[in-house]
């Protein structure tokens, strides 16, 4: 089978089942930018070195559960296809907020904005944060316009604060210094 | 001639030709994401070793080609100013097809998506890859204000299906291990 | 304290000050930009040599005032916490002319579009630089909204340029060739 279908050439496309929708449609801005969010995602875990092991395990699992809030938004509320799929749900959120809880306590007590940087891989983590971010506004901006599953814009909050508690956690194990915001007026 | 010419400081902006419009205008967003996409596959080859001289050949030509989009967005449909620029041709998006076919032959058969990242150079073809789809997005949206050349939607179209294949054949080359999604209810 | 503190759950956030908004409104956008934009910013510095001291702390001052601007747009006009926040001012764009100017004198001439890329951390600037377009572009579809500092304009369209100028630098001083867009037409 060709990758190129050819079938979106005059600007429409498919969602999950066989329901098609222009390009530009809220819906399909919402699962690009977790695509997008997903590729800077996996830029950060291509930089980070391997003596990082959960780093890597954990970056693996959000980027696979990045598929499954895709499929979950790919596949309007009520569609026949809804039974295929499996969307996110409380336990998915818990466990992010489990992992922040957890290397919130590896990282250094924080007490303001930290200039987004350091290490490549905690760079590219800050990154992915601010795109998830775009994502995640994305998703709301669907959610005015056709019913979402909850789970997901709160499921993309937590995955931001995540992100950047690891960029701390990388930036930490790695003996790169942080910089914090000095405000304008205190410079 | 100075850089910076001041003249978009109320907001305002030139298309190719003398016309002014406001730099949130849809063809604005069309070609400044197009922009970014270049950008993002310069970051791409700036990773890519250089024992890809096949690959670092095919990447030139498509940010070449990018910039032909660029001014083909920045004319509108009828300017004077058409007669300067070469549009976007079916030829340019067969192009594209050929390689497509050709770089498919080289990267393993799938059946199943693929956690983008692998080698930082194959990461970040993932990531222009997305940052094409938004931009098709863009040229889509615009599509539906003005005029728009049709072939731009499918070369943007094509050339994010060609990206995918070169991530895949960057890795594979490397010698790096593809990781497909495992649907949640599956894991 | 914890990071994550779920009041946005319900797809409102706050603005600085106790306002709340939709995630998706326009000033949120735009600040979100500006972070994206901040963090584009540190992948290019995490991938810059220390060989550059002056590019290094140049690079950490524009990411300081990125934070000022954030500042600046999340804080309405008129808000009473205004007086808590110092905008951007003409002497902040002015200095970006300098650093233009001071850098434009290192860099070779130019006649015509370049190929985003070269070094890894010329080729992040170069993204940088289009995400802080796509950031312009933002400001300026909010201000169609709301009024908005015009220095917050005017930083942005300078810092793009400024950026543009640092990625050829970086270039020209690794001794990494630039490659100029050769029109379809003359190809
Ligand atoms: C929504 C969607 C997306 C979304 C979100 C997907 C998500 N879950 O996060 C995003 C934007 C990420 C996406 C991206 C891509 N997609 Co898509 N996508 C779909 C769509 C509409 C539904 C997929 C889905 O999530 N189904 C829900 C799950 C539960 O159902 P499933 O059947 O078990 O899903 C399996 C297959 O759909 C899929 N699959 C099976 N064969 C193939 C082959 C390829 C090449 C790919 C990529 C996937 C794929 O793998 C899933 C897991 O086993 C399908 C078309 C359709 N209507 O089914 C296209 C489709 C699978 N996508 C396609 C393509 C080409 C791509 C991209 C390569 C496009 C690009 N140039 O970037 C990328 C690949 C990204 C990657 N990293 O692998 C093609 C595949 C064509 C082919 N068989 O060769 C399809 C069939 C659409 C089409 N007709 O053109 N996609
Ligand atoms: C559309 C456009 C863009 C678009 C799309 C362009 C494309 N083809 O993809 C995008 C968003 C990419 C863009 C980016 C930039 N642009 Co521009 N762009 C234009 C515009 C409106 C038309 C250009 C075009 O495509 N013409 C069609 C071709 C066929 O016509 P051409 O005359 O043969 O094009 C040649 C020149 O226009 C151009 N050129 C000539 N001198 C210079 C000098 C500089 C510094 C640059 C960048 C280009 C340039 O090179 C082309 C190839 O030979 C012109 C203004 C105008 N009305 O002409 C500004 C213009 C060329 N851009 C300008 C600038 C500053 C930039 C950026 C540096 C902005 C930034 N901070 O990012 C970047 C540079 C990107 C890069 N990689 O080099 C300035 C150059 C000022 C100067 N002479 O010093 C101009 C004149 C606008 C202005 N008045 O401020 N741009
Ligand atoms: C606007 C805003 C943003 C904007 C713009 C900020 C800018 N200046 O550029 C952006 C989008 C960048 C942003 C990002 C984040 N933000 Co914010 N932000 C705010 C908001 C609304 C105003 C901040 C501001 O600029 N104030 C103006 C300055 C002059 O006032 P200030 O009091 O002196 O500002 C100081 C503190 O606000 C801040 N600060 C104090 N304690 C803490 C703790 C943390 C963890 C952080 C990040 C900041 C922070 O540092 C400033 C400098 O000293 C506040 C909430 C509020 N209403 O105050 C949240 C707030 C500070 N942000 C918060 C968070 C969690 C974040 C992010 C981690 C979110 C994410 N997942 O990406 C990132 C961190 C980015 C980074 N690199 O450090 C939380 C902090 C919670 C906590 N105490 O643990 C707050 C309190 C909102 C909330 N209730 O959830 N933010
Ligand atoms: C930390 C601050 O970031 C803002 N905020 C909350 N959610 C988002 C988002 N998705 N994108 C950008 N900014 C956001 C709010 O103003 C919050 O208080
Ligand atoms: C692979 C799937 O991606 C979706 N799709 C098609 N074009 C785009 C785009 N420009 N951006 C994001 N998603 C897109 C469709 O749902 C298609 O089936
Ligand atoms: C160099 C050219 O880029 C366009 N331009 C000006 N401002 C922006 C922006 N924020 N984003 C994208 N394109 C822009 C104008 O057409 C200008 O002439
Ligand atoms: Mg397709
Ligand atoms: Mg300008
Ligand atoms: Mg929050």
Not at 15 to 28: C, N, T
Not at 56 to 71: I, K, S, V
Not at 130 to 155: C, D, F, G, I, K
Not at 157 to 171: E, G, K, P, T, Y
Request: hydrophobic letters at 40%.
């Amino acid at each position: 089978m060709k990758i190129y279908t050819r079938t979106g050439d005059q600007g429409e496309t498919g969602l999950y089942g066989a329901e098609r929708v222009i390009k530009a449609h809220p819906r399909v801005e919402a699962y690009g930018t977790v695509d997008e969010a997903n590729s800077a995602l996996g830029l950060a875990r291509s930089l980070l070195p391997p003596t990082h092991p959960d780093l890597h395990d954990l970056l693996e699992r959000l980027q696979n559960a990045l598929f499954d809030l895709g499929a979950d938004l790919a596949t309007r509320m009520g569609s026949p296809y809804e039974k295929n799929i499996a969307r996110m749900d409380p336990e998915d959120v818990e466990a992010l907020e489990r992992a922040i809880d957890r290397y919130m306590e590896e990282s250094p007590p924080f007490t303001g904005f930290i200039l987004p940087g350091g290490h490549p891989a905690a760079a590219a983590l800050h990154l992915a944060r601010t795109v998830v971010r775009r994502a995640e506004r994305a998703v709301v901006a669907l959610s005015r316009e056709e019913p979402v599953n909850p789970e997901a814009v709160r499921y993309l909050n937590r995955l931001s604060d995540l992100l950047f508690v690891l960029a701390r956690v990388v930036n930490h194990r790695e003996g790169v210094r942080e910089e914090a915001w000095l405000v304008k007026r205190r410079r």
